[in-house]
C-alpha cells in the first residue's frame, strides 16, 4: 500500500495541504511552507479562523521575543504589563499582516516578512513605554561639543573647528523643525518612534526630515571646505 | 544621559555619506535582506541603500538585528 505523500505543516492542528517531495530542498520546502500559510489565510470559516490563530501565535512569539530583548532595559516595568503589551503588539501585527497578504511576494519565507510586523509592533511600544515618564527635550544637551581626550592635539583642533562648524550650520540652513528634530534624534538620543509620536507623525516622515537636514548639512559643510569622506 | 564619544556623535548629527533607503522602503525589504545576510548572499547589492539606512537609522536597525536573531533561533544552523 502507498503511504500518503509528505506534506507541509503549519502546526499542530492545521490541516496540511501541500504534498511534497520528501527529496525537496530547504528552499522548496519553506516555498511550500509560505504557500501553506497563504493559502491557509484565504480560506473561509473554520479553517481560517483556525490559520488565523496559528498566525497570532507565531506574532505573539515575535513580540515575546522583543520583551525579552529589551527586559534589561525595562527593568522598572513589571512583567505582566510586558506581556499585556506583547499580547496588544500581536494583536495589532495580526490586523496588519491580514490587511497586507496581497502585498507579500515571497521574496522571503512567509513566516520571516510576519516576523517583522510583531517585531516592528512591539518595538514601537516598548520604547514609547520606556520613555513614558521621560521629558523629550528638543534643544541640546551636550551642546557645545568637546573632542574626545584620547586624540592628538591636531585631531582635538579639527574636531572642535569641525563641530563648531556643524553648530554654525545647524543655526543656519536649517528651518526651525529640522533643527529640533535632529538635535533631538542625534544629540539628545531620543528614539524616532517617541518623538514621532510625541510630534504627531510617523517613524518615515520623521525621518525623511532628518535625512533632509543632514544632506544640507553635508552640503553646506562641503561648500566650507570640509571633507566629510570618512565619516 | 551618557556624553557620546565624538565620532558617534558626527555620524548621527551627518548620517550616512551614501544613498540610503528611507523607512517605509526599509520595512518592505527587512525581511528579504535579512534572509540574504543568513544565507550569506551579496544582500547589499541586491538591495542598495539598505546598509546605509540601517547605519543611520536607529529604529530600523534594531528592527533588523531583532528580525535577524529572531529567524536565527529558529533556524540556527
Known sequence: MLSPPPTVSLGAGMSARLPLSAAASAPERAQADSHAWLSALRLVGSEREEAIARLHELLLRATRFEVSRRREALSHVRGEELDDLAIQAADDALVAVLAKLDDYRGASRFTTWAYKFGLLEAGVRLRRRAWQEREVVLEPEVWPLMADAGRTPEGQAETRELMAAITDSIEGCLTAHQREVLVALALNGVPLDVLADRLGTTRGALYKTLHDARRKLRADLAKRGFTLDSI | MDRP??????????????????????????????????????????????????????????????????????DPS
Open chain 2, 5 to 74: 564619544s565624538d565620532d558617534n556623535t558626527l555620524k548621527r548629527l551627518l548620517g550616512p555619506a551614501e544613498p540610503e533607503l528611507l523607512c517605509d522602503e526599509c520595512f518592505e525589504k527587512l525581511d528579504e535582506y535579512v534572509e540574504l545576510k543568513l544565507r550569506g548572499a551579496p544582500a547589499d547589492e541586491r538591495i542598495p541603500g539598505m546598509r546605509a539606512h540601517l547605519e543611520g537609522c536607529p529604529a530600523c536597525h534594531e528592527d533588523y538585528e531583532s528580525l535577524r536573531e529572531l529567524v536565527q533561533s529558529d
